[in-house]
């Protein structure tokens, strides 16, 4: 079964501009969610996909959205980019069930550089 | 969602046992328990996860204490490659996307 896939695996991009990052989850899985991962804040939620509906935000600005196709398949946005997004961004798929709880897949990420 | 509380870091000998405790006091009857780890610049990894049941499987064994408000990841036999960020989280089943990760456990395994 093939993993979740993310691309592009690295990425450097000039203040101002914007950027798109895309997310492949495992199949059967249509729940995506993002996370942007910095020395100085580890591991934080940005946002979560299920059926192409957004569930979940986390506390980041509107400069960050994203979306899901009816593929599964999720993409995330960064416009106006600052220095301090440069980041690992994660994404990571899971199977719904209830009463059951399942794990998330995570891919390698997205390392965004802004210079 | 539930905040947990881990050490930020341990060390283990290799070939024995590592036992990463994680307190979790808010956790409410629906939240489950998941560890993941993370091998540097990689994706968080998931191990186990437990509702109320100790569980088992070939990575790991996870202990949850009777009243749920700690539990413990037990890595049986440590090797050099358990070496890692170990991350305990809470959450519910169908809003698992929103958890927060905290800064985890930093496992060294030593020669």
């Known amino acids: 079964k093939a993993g979740v896939t993310q691309t592009p695996r690295y990425l450097i991009k000039t203040r101002g501009q914007q950027v798109t990052l895309s997310c492949s989850p495992i199949s059967g899985h249509r729940s995506v969610s993002w996370y942007q991962q910095t020395p100085g804040q580890g591991l934080q939620f940005l946002f979560e996909y299920f059926s192409e509906t957004q569930r979940n935000k986390g506390n980041f600005p509107g400069r960050f959205s994203g979306r899901q196709f009816s593929n599964s398949r999720s993409e995330m946005n960064v416009s106006t980019l600052e220095l301090g997004d440069s980041a690992l961004y994660l994404c990571?798929?899971?199977?719904?069930?209830w009463g059951e709880g399942y794990g998330y897949t995570f891919g390698s990420g997205t390392r965004l550089t802004v210079v | 969602d539930a905040k947990t509380t881990q050490p930020p870091s341990m060390d283990c000998a290799e070939g024995r046992a590592a036992n990463l405790p994680c307190n979790h006091s808010t956790i409410s009857g629906n939240e489950y328990v998941y560890w993941y780890r993370q091998i540097h610049s990689q994706g968080p990894q998931y191990i186990i996860h437990g509702l109320k049941n100790n569980e088992t499987n070939e990575m790991a064994s996870l202990i949850i204490t009777e009243d749920r408000k700690s539990s413990t990841l037990i890595l049986p036999h440590a090797t050099l490659r358990d070496t890692a960020v170990y991350y305990c989280i809470v959450s519910y089943d169908t809003n698992a996307g929103k958890s927060t990760f905290g800064d985890g456990t930093t496992l060294t395994v030593k020669p």
């Open positions: 990571a798929s899971r199977q719904e069930g």
